[in-house]
């Protein structure tokens, strides 16, 4: 009889070691409120390459919202000019996302690999605008009246693509060559030094994006491109650089960066949605 309770013993002993061993194999926890459903994530770092009239809404907004939704995700931002940065990637910077201020560059990254064509979106909307210091009394007050200045902030056309639109619109104006014969012209590296030598008066007047003006309370707007003096909007678009190391955590940011509560942020900055 002490024999068979013994063999019993063992028997249920043996049952219930089996079953612990079973639940461990299914992934069950012992906390009752564990979701058998989440895995853990790899903690990971993506680097955002974006144009530098971004800079304000990624680092003070943006990227920490997506971080407090991904914790598991770090992301680092590079801002510049958008064909500066489009030659660092060419020239192999290991970024993962890709967002400039024109299709221009983006359009290149696509065409020779480097960015995920699929992944593109064209994301956001700016306009262009002459800025004055917020001190100035000036008779200057449209885009015509810029041959009145001594002194004009615009972007560097060869790489700014705010130069691009600035010199597209004063070219459609007929004024482009007369104020680059009369060295008139001061060109930036990029939209924030442009900002930048306007607020502080280097500058008589200068051309960025209205999103820049915004963030400036030393700079005042006097006009904005004239209809029709740009040939086509001035879209930002967002896209995965292709050879990205961090393919799925580099798609959530440019998922994110689409949803309402990224575009309100964006709104907040001046930017207006192009979805």
């Not at 890709?98 to 560059?105: E, L, P």
């Not at 262009?128 to 008779?139: E, M």
């Not at 909007?233 to 580099?250: C, F, K, L, R, T």
Request: hydrophobic share 50%; net charge negative; aromatic share 8%.
């Amino acid at each position: 009889m002490k024999k068979k309770l013994l063999f019993l013993l063992i028997a249920v002993v043996a049952a219930a070691l089996a079953f612990a061993g079973c639940a461990q194999d299914n992934g069950e926890s012992g906390d009752p409120n564990a979701d058998p459903n989440q895995q853990a994530n790899e903690p990971v770092t993506i680097l955002v390459a974006a144009a530098a009239s971004l800079e304000y809404s990624y680092e003070d907004e943006l990227i920490p919202m997506f971080e407090e939704k991904h914790d598991w995700i770090t992301v680092d931002g590079t801002y510049d000019a958008s064909g500066k940065l489009q030659q660092q990637i060419e020239s192999g910077m290991q970024a993962d996302v890709f967002m400039s201020a024109a299709m221009t560059q983006m359009n290149a990254l696509v065409e020779e690999g480097l960015v995920a064509a699929d992944s593109v979106v064209e994301l956001l909307e700016n306009r262009i605008v002459l800025i004055a210091p917020a001190d100035a009394n000036t008779d200057i007050d449209s885009f015509e009246d810029i041959v009145n200045a001594e002194m004009i902030a615009i972007g560097d056309p060869a790489s700014v693509p705010a130069g691009q639109y600035a010199e597209e619109a004063l070219t459609s104006l007929g004024i482009y060559d007369e104020l680059n014969a009369a060295n008139k012209f001061s060109l930036g590296t990029n939209v924030t030094e442009v900002l930048n030598w306007v607020a502080e008066g280097s500058a008589d007047v200068g051309i960025v994006y209205a999103t820049d003006a915004a963030t400036n309370e030393n700079v005042k707007v006097i006009a904005e491109a004239p209809e029709g003096s740009l040939a086509a909007p001035v879209i930002y678009p967002v896209g995965m650089v292709a050879d990205s190391a961090h393919q799925e955590a580099a798609q959530l940011f440019v998922e994110f960066l689409q949803s309402k509560e990224a575009m309100a942020v964006f709104e907040q900055y001046g930017f207006a949605s192009n979805l």
